[in-house]
């Protein structure tokens, strides 16, 4: 089952690599660190927009989680997983909403 998810996530994935690696985890780390209002709101803005894309598919955030606690969700993990900064920052985003919010619904449910 597990293999089968991860060749359906990896064929949605491919033809969006040149575009969906606009950020990865060490961009994502820099911006955050970087304390301007812009960049942090630019780094929340490219959070909400894959959460957007893959509520309910990798993942089943609940409507009364605010942005703020979903950003602050995705920067812990990005923060305690240091090897994986050079991934690109939409699978991070996925993998952190994923663990956080995982569907309880099999239907939606992607592992």
């Known amino acids: 089952m597990k293999t089968k998810v991860l060749l359906i996530?990896?064929?949605?994935?491919?033809?969006?690599?040149?575009?969906?690696?606009?950020?990865?985890?060490?961009?994502i780390m820099d911006s955050w660190n970087n304390k301007h209002?812009?960049?942090?709101?630019?780094?929340?803005?490219?959070?909400?927009?894959?959460?957007?894309?893959?509520?309910?598919?990798?993942?089943?955030?609940?409507?009364?989680?605010?942005?703020?606690?979903?950003?602050?969700?995705?920067?812990?993990y990005i923060k305690d997983n240091p090897e994986k900064w050079h991934t690109a920052g939409q699978l991070l985003v996925i993998e952190a909403l994923g663990k956080a919010f995982p569907c309880k619904n099999e239907s939606n449910k992607a592992n």
């Open 37 to 76: 209002y812009e960049s942090n709101s630019m780094v929340r803005g490219y959070f909400a927009g894959v959460q957007d894309a893959y509520d309910g598919v990798f993942f089943c955030v609940e409507s009364e989680v605010k942005m703020s606690q979903a950003a602050e969700i995705v920067i812990k």
């Open 9 to 27: 996530l990896a064929s949605w994935l491919i033809p969006m690599c040149a575009y969906a690696e606009y950020f990865t985890g060490n961009d």
